[in-house]
């Protein structure tokens, strides 16, 4: 355990002469090395681990990547180890989870033509049960039947939120109105 610690050795020889000698020896403890709280992303989001508790600049992390500096991690969960070291050469370790959750695939519809007046009910897919989607412009309602189209062409842009994880994406739907 850590501490300082002397130790006396004497030694007797064939003529009875004794000696001493000592020895200190400091045990250091093993610094507190911090990882990081676990973290969650959308899949396409970077994430960033940066350890603390030793020497800046002293961080090594399993899988590999770079303490303090952006990266892509894989679609899941994988667990990085960060092993630090303090300024007494000691060195310690932390894990942390990394989970990526993947993006909703949304569907807003498909790309139509119309004549002036029609009415479309735009209908998102694929956020699954509890999901949101949110359509711009805002004033179509999703299942809605919509009366704001003119003449031309309009974008209608849905967003879709996957209620389990927070995650969003976008899908684009064009209708030429004639």
Do not use: K, Q, R
Not at 55 to 73: E, K, N, Q, R, S
Not at 133 to 150: K, N, S
Request: net charge negative; aromatic share 8%.
């Amino acid at each position: 355990s850590p501490g300082v610690y002397t130790y006396t050795v004497s030694v007797t020889d064939a003529n009875g002469c004794t000696s001493e000698d000592e020895i200190t020896i400091t045990v250091h403890p093993l610094p507190l090395i911090d990882a990081g709280d676990d973290l969650e992303i959308c899949d396409g989001e970077l994430a960033t681990l940066s350890g603390s508790g030793g020497l800046p600049g002293f961080y090594v992390w399993d899988p590999a990547i770079g303490d303090g500096i952006a990266f892509a991690p894989p679609l899941g969960t994988t667990t990085y180890t960060v092993t630090g070291t303090d300024a007494n050469g000691c060195s310690n370790t932390d894990e942390v989870s990394v989970t990526v959750n993947p993006l909703p695939t949304i569907f807003a519809g498909v790309d139509e033509t119309v004549c002036e007046g029609t009415l479309i009910t735009f209908e998102g897919t694929g956020t699954g049960l509890g999901g949101t989607y949110t359509w711009d412009p805002a004033d179509i309602v999703d299942g809605v039947p919509y009366d704001g189209l003119e003449d031309g062409s309009i974008d209608v842009t849905l967003t879709g939120t996957f209620d389990a994880t927070g995650c969003d994406t976008e899908d684009m739907v064009t209708v030429t109105v004639n």
